[in-house]
């Protein structure tokens, strides 16, 4: 069936860099996401790979997809206090609307 | 007003009561969703719509009932719900697969039913 895992949680120290890991099980999936979310407030899209892609690269964020072991990470560079939140990875079925989340990644910046 | 916009941001019902919320989205997209977010759970899709019509329905109870009466807005409509449907609902919209790939999410609803 279709899966998405993540590690619950991540801390590291404002100024290192922070990376989130993500494993899914479908290979049929298009996209691959990545999604934050702070406290009260809804899922804020960061960035997206499309999968015949091994990386992409957005300013301090860098996406890396093993397509083979189905592993996606993000790479977040001088992580700041600000991103301190929870970090979804997602992925979209081919040719469908279904999209699978994970569980989360809670990130703790610690100054 | 942009993006994903959610009615109301908090709801607390009993488990007798009948409420609605709305979602409106102003991206020109044409498909909408409703998800639920419970406490350490993944993100459940619950409905999704394209052009009004459902082309997503995963085993969700029928005291939840969706409503899209256009591509801009959709309705849950909520009615006898249980302690455990307390969650926040979340919309998104987006276009139609092979059109635009990306999702785009409101703020959530915060329901608590007592």
């Known amino acids: 069936g279709e899966d998405v895992e993540q590690s619950l949680f991540l801390s590291v120290r404002e100024g290192d860099s922070s990376v989130i890991n993500c494993t899914y099980t479908?290979?049929?999936?298009?996209?691959l996401y990545w999604y934050k979310q702070e406290p009260g407030a809804g899922l804020q899209l960061l960035t997206y790979?499309?999968?015949?892609?091994d990386m992409k690269q957005d300013q301090r964020l860098t996406v890396l997809l093993n397509k083979k072991d189905k592993h996606l990470s993000l790479r977040i560079a001088d992580t700041q206090t600000g991103d301190s939140a929870i970090y979804f990875c997602?992925?979209?079925?081919?040719?469908?609307?279904?999209?699978?989340f994970g569980t989360g990644t809670r990130l703790k910046v610690l100054a | 007003e942009t993006g994903v916009t959610q009615t109301p941001r908090h709801l607390v019902m009993g488990m007798t009561n009948k409420k609605s919320l709305k979602c409106e989205q102003h991206?020109?997209?044409?498909?909408m969703y409703w998800y639920k977010q419970s406490a350490k759970k993944p993100l459940e899709l619950m409905f999704v719509?394209?052009?009004?019509?459902?082309?997503e329905n995963n085993s969700v109870p029928s005291r939840f009932s969706p409503e899209c009466p256009n591509s801009s807005h959709l309705f849950l409509h909520l009615h006898t719900l249980q302690p455990e449907d307390s969650a926040l609902y979340l919309c998104?919209?987006?276009?139609?697969?092979?059109?635009?790939?990306?999702?785009?999410f409101g703020p959530g609803t915060r329901l608590l039913v007592l």
């Open positions: 991206l020109g997209h044409n498909a």
């Open positions: 719509y394209s052009l009004e019509e459902r082309v």
């Open positions: 998104a919209s987006s276009h139609a697969p092979g059109v635009g790939e990306t999702q785009y």
């Open positions: 790979i499309f999968s015949n892609m």
């Open positions: 997602a992925e979209r079925i081919e040719g469908t609307y279904k999209y699978i």
């Open positions: 479908d290979s049929s999936s298009t996209y």
